[in-house]
């Protein structure tokens, strides 16, 4: 059975109210699994009602199990995310913004799977690499150069005749 990701806001009476929700496998095959197929989270979600608007804060943490874009070993990849957003009521459904929702009075549940799926998407990196390839990845953000099949003064000596006839004609 899949578990519903969804809270029942119409009944909800003004405050806080907190919701615990545990993202497995099962989340990500109903949600996507582009970027993450599996992973084990908890998800603490903190529902504020008021008059206007409701405000979700959102605590994420678990690891996600991926695979090396190197080695194609798999691992696990930790992630803790905090978020807040707004769910102010209005007119017509909407986004206003990443952190600014507007739904309807008569709205009677909050949809939270697809925006936890969202926010642990967001931390997962790019270039997926197993832990044991961290010093490499860290080189290369510097600008470190890790392969090379020699120095630059060896390229420059054996530079082929032909190239340098072309060079005379500037």
């Known amino acids: 059975m899949v578990r519903d ?10 405050g806080v109210h907190p919701f615990d929700f545990h993202l497995d496998e099962e989340f990500f095959k109903k949600y996507g699994q582009e970027v993450v197929s599996k992973g084990n989270f908890t998800a603490q979600v903190s529902l504020d009602k008021r008059e206007t608007f409701i ?3 959102f605590k994420i943490e678990g690891n996600a199990h991926l695979v090396c874009d190197r080695s194609l070993d798999e691992f696990d990849y930790p992630v803790s995310v905090t ?3 707004v ?9 206003i913004s990443d952190e600014i929702f507007i739904i309807t009075h008569d709205q009677h549940k909050l949809e939270l799977g697809q925006l ?15 832990p044991r390839f961290q010093n490499e990845a860290d080189d290369e953000e510097e600008g470190k150069v890790i392969y090379s099949s020699g120095t630059e003064a060896d390229e420059e000596q054996t530079i082929d005749p032909r190239w340098e006839v072309l060079k005379k004609l500037k």
């Open 5 to 14: 990701f969804s809270v029942n806001i119409l009944g909800l009476t003004k």
């Open 55 to 57: 405000e979700a804060d």
């Open 83 to 85: 978020k807040k957003i």
């Open 87 to 95: 769910f102010k009521y209005g007119e017509e459904p909407g986004e």
């Open 116 to 130: 936890m799926y969202e926010f642990i998407a967001l931390e997962i990196p790019m270039k997926k690499l197993h």
